[in-house]
């Protein structure tokens, strides 16, 4: 690799899963380019990581998905549970751990109790808020890589792509160099922007904003 390095950014028009596969794809591709050897996925339901392993199967690249905690997310037609350790998606584990994929569920380092004072802001809330302002996807693509670095499955220092979305599906892809969560302000670094969205979801629900796209029907079918 050249001292001075300027890859081309992929700016998406929308937010959200229509994204998916072609940020996985320039994440895959910037992987091989730099030799980064471990790609981080986040995923409440598993559809993302099982577009994942299609892609990055037999690249060499490790891939790690990280989870939200068993909860719910409303949609379209209701609640739509989320979280890989659920009984829902069991099938959906074996699967990625019989290719040898690592799961991490952890606690979300921007989200502890503190952040839902309502009365007054936290430093936890403050940071998650600031971080939106890159979009959503940015905010999870570093949230997933320090939990996965807490988890072990990357080592401090360790520089790897991260990938995060808004909402549902994959929009964002960063070269990062990451760190245990107590020292994220000192040590953790954005290095790339592989991809993100030119503009950001501002009103909730996210599906029904007109800078977010997807196919949210599908995480209503059962995954086989």
Not at 146 to 153: F, G, K, L, Q, W
Not at 190 to 198: F, L, M, N, S, T
Request: glycine letters at 10%; aromatic letters at 8%; hydrophobic letters at 35%.
């Amino acid at each position: 690799m050249s001292e001075d390095v300027s890859p081309p950014v992929t700016y998406f028009r929308y937010c959200g899963e229509i994204n998916t596969e072609n940020l996985l794809r320039l994440a895959k591709k910037r992987c091989e380019e730099l030799g980064i050897g471990k790609v981080i996925i986040a995923s409440e339901t598993g559809r993302s990581a099982l577009k994942a392993l299609k892609i990055f199967k037999e690249s060499g690249i490790k891939m790690i998905v990280v989870t939200h905690y068993p909860g719910t997310t409303i949609g379209p037609k209701g609640e739509i549970p989320i979280g890989l350790m659920r009984e829902e998606y069991a099938g959906v584990r074996e699967k990625l751990l019989a290719e040898g994929v690592r799961i991490v569920q952890g606690t979300r380092p921007l989200v502890p109790p503190s952040r839902f004072n309502w009365n007054e802001a936290t430093p936890e809330g403050i940071l998650d808020k600031a971080l939106e302002i890159f979009g959503a996807g940015t905010k999870i693509a570093i949230e997933v890589a320090i939990m996965a670095t807490d988890a072990s499955e990357v080592n401090p220092g360790e520089e790897v792509v991260s990938c995060g979305g808004t909402y549902k599906g994959l929009d964002t892809a960063l070269v990062v160099k990451t760190c245990h969560s107590y020292s994220f302000f000192r040590d953790f670094e954005v290095r790339e922007i592989i991809a993100k969205p030119r503009y950001r979801v501002i009103a909730l629900p996210e599906y029904k904003f007109e800078n977010w796209k997807g196919d949210v029907e599908q995480y209503y079918e059962r995954l086989g």
